[in-house]
């Protein structure tokens, strides 16, 4: 999720419709939204909030430049995702906060905005998810329970061995009743879910690769 388009073979047609994707944890230019957008990549996702854990997370410098990038290369599906800030060691905003600043970004600055993707990974920089197998489950639902809260439209994004790692299995279960977006990089576009995890037996997104001509974009397929 950390980097990486432009491009790989064209998708092969399958019995039900794909929408490809991009996405993106730095300030992409209008051209090469442009370009992208031009070789069918059709939706985009934008790192919307950072965990910035020496100040307690922080909204992406870059969200707001690469949304009215994307919006200018003529982008209308448009999701973000959210790296919650977290950790024992960190002084991290609430998370409940972290979204109060979201939600304040998307007031400020008009943003259409479908689904927020809250990523649920590690980190070792910042050493987020480190409360134990059953402390992270408890600070998961605490998270959320805090989208929830907002109103706002939520997916997950993992993968299954980042979920085995955090809470100690791939049966956990969290909330299999929110859209899954999971990572696995086999340069496959499908939606195949190989390892079911989190109670989860299919999903809306695969991101199939990091490795793009631009160094700026993952590569994912979602439902149309």
């Known amino acids: 999720m950390f980097r990486s388009l432009l491009l790989l073979p064209a998708f ?3 019995s039900y419709a794909l929408v490809s994707a991009v996405d993106s944890s730095q300030l992409v230019s209008t051209a090469t939204y442009t370009k992208a957008k031009g070789e069918g990549f059709t939706k985009a996702i934008i790192r919307g909030y950072e965990e910035a854990c020496g100040i307690g ?3 992406d410098p870059n969200f707001v430049g690469s949304y009215n990038n994307a919006r200018a290369a003529g982008y209308t599906n448009i999701d973000m995702y959210w790296f919650p800030c977290n950790g024992s060691g960190n002084n991290c905003k609430s998370y409940a906060t972290q979204l109060s ?3 304040a970004t998307f007031s400020a600055h008009s943003m259409d905005i479908g689904t927020i993707w809250i990523d649920i990974e590690q980190d070792s920089i910042c050493d987020n998810w480190n409360y134990g197998t059953s402390g992270n489950l408890v600070q998961a639902k605490s998270l959320i329970a805090a989208i929830k809260a907002t109103g706002f439209k939520f ?3 993992s993968t299954p061995g980042e979920w085995s790692n955090i809470f100690g299995s791939t049966g956990v279960v969290l909330d299999n009743s929110a859209p899954l ?6 340069n496959v576009e499908t939606l195949t879910l190989g390892t079911p995890f989190g ?3 299919s ?3 695969h991101q199939y690769t ?3 001509a631009s160094g700026l974009f993952d590569l994912s397929v979602f439902a149309s």
């Open 199 to 201: 109670g989860w037996t």
């Open 12 to 14: 092969i047609a399958s």
């Open 57 to 59: 997370g922080e909204v």
């Open 181 to 186: 977006w999971f990572a696995t990089f086999n």
């Open 101 to 103: 600043e979201i939600a």
């Open 203 to 205: 999903a809306v997104g």
């Open 155 to 157: 997916g997950i994004y």
């Open 210 to 212: 990091d490795v793009s």
